[in-house]
């Protein structure tokens, strides 16, 4: 079993930075890919960014000015960080990793269950 586990949402005031994390847990051998995605009430899950195990990242158009992707290899972690906080940010984020398991050797993607950020004055 994998798991992941997001932290770091909550009520938030505009212009704040934000530093979302992400740990992945359980039965791991290689973790390729991983990602931030977010979701907006009533919207479909859109991705935010992502970063290799070698560190090269993507962003999407809409945040690469105010969003930074970062890694621990060694934690099994990712992080986002939002400078100067919007309320157009308000949206559920979520954790996505690409792994390889132990025993059975599976590869697929995996999910955690979203950490809520509000951004409201």
């Known amino acids: 079993q994998v798991q992941l586990a997001e932290s770091g949402g909550g009520l938030m005031h505009p212009g704040g930075p934000l530093r979302l994390s992400c740990v992945a847990s359980?039965?791991?051998?290689?973790?390729?890919?991983m990602a931030w995605y977010r979701q907006f009430p009533g919207k479909q899950r859109d991705l935010v960014a992502t970063?290799?195990?070698?560190?090269?990242?993507t962003y999407n158009d809409s945040v690469k000015d105010r969003f930074t992707i970062s890694r621990d290899n060694g934690k099994n972690a990712i992080w986002l960080e939002i400078d100067s906080l919007r309320p157009e940010d308000t949206a559920t984020y979520f954790c996505?990793?690409?792994?390889?398991?132990?025993?059975?050797?599976?590869?697929?993607?995996?999910w955690g269950q979203g950490t809520q950020v509000t951004v409201t004055s």
């Open positions: 970063i290799t195990k070698e560190h090269s990242t």
């Open positions: 359980g039965n791991i051998f290689i973790i390729y890919d």
């Open positions: 996505y990793a690409h792994i390889t398991t132990l025993q059975p050797v599976v590869t697929g993607g995996y």
